[in-house]
Nanobody, 123 residues
Framework: QVQLVESGGGFLQPGASLRLSCAAS????????MGWFRQAPGKEREFVAF????????RYADSVNGRFTISRENAKNTVYLQMNSLKPEDTAIYFC????????????????WGQGTQVTVSS
């Protein structure tokens, strides 16, 4: 059974940094592309970042490019999202997902999802 478990969310002030983790089990992690998405109240789930199975390719939403960094450690079956210079508009539930074609930004193209972790940015 595939499981993706996100952790690291919290309540932070604008300008702060935070690193999210997503631990995977039940799949050959090193063979899967991974993505981070987020969903704010009343809004659709949106793409945040993508990393290819090898870590050699990354993609970012324009809204986070230059502030967020996605990375992975295949030896630990874990993907990360380093978030810097956080803004109130980054407030959302953050989900990791496995699957997708290379560079995919479409939620429906991903096969497996975690339960999400809440990130709240407010002064």
């Amino acid at each position: 059974q595939v499981q993706l478990v996100e952790s690291g969310g919290g309540f932070l002030q604008p300008g702060a940094s935070l690193r999210l983790s997503c631990a995977a089990s039940g799949l050959i992690f090193s063979s899967w592309n991974m993505g981070w998405f987020r969903q704010a109240p009343g809004k659709e789930r949106e793409f945040v970042a993508f990393v290819s199975w090898s870590g050699g390719m990354t993609r970012y939403a324009d809204s986070v490019n230059g502030r967020f960094t996605i990375s992975r450690e295949n030896a630990k079956n874990t993907v990360y999202l380093q978030m810097n210079s956080l803004k109130p508009e980054d407030t959302a539930i953050y989900f990791c997902a496995a699957g997708g074609i290379v560079g995919s930004r479409t939620p429906s193209e991903y096969n497996y999802w975690g339960q999400g972790t809440q990130v709240t940015v407010s002064s």
